[in-house]
T-cell receptor, first 114, second 121 residues
């Protein structure tokens, strides 16, 4: 069964700290992996998308890496800010599945303390 | 660009009534729209995928007669929760994608709406 798992479920850090969020997935035959941000009671904002042929993507203070062989991705956030507080979701699209079907992890709730 | 809206943002209804949720792509034509459900402290679960002008494809375990999806135009999809019950209370999120490929191709970015919170009393 194709599943996505995220740890930790929640994380609290002081402002300015660098942090890493983890995502693991079963079945390494992925098409791509995406990281999203969800603010309370809101929809999703796409942060980074990594194709299966890529090993990492960067956007500003965010860096996402992908290791298909081990079934893992990490989201690195540098110099965290209170505005980074949100739930971070990773989602995977696998080959052989329906068009653009995203399987989401349960998310990591991040709180950055000022 | 690529903005998706949902209406209403929240709704409270009595058990047994039907509720319609709209999903609109405001500045692009969406070839495909997706409906997700998110229960508290859980992740998003795909309910169904719809292409404009054709019947929706429902995920296993989702009752198509209870969750009616209509994708009548390239900018509008509706989800109707029929005979809603308290267990249907959830956060419903839609997404829309457009792409050069035909249906069945991967890699088309999904743009998500802000969600609709449904509470059934």
């Amino acid at each position: 069964k194709q599943e996505v798992t995220q740890i930790p479920a929640a994380l609290s850090v002081p402002e300015g700290e660098n942090l890493v969020l983890n995502c693991s997935f079963t079945d390494s035959a992925i098409y791509n992996l995406q990281w999203f941000r969800q603010d309370p009671g809101k929809g999703l904002t796409s942060l980074l998308l990594i194709q299966s042929s890529q090993r990492e993507q960067t956007s500003g203070r965010l860096n996402a890496s992908l290791d298909k062989s081990s079934g893992r991705s990490t989201l690195y956030i540098a110099a965290s800010q209170p505005g980074d507080s949100a739930t971070y979701l990773c989602a995977v699209t696998w080959y052989g599945g329906a068009t653009n079907k995203l399987i989401f992890g349960t998310g990591t709730l991040l709180a950055v303390q000022p | 660009g690529a903005v998706v809206s949902q209406h209403p943002s929240w709704v409270i209804c009595k058990s047994g009534t039907s509720v319609k949720i709209e999903c609109r792509s405001l500045d692009f034509q969406a070839t495909t729209m997706f409906w997700y459900r998110q229960f508290p402290k859980q992740s998003l679960m795909l309910m169904a995928t719809s292409n404009e002008g054709s019947k929706a494809t429902y995920e296993q375990g989702v009752e198509k007669d209870k969750f009616l999806i209509n994708h009548a135009s390239l900018t509008l999809s509706t989800l109707t929760v029929t005979s809603a019950h308290p267990e249907d209370s959830s956060f419903y999120i839609c997404s829309a994608s457009y792409g050069a490929g035909t249906s069945g191709s991967h890699g088309e970015t999904q743009y998500f709406g802000p969600g609709t919170r449904l509470l059934v009393l």
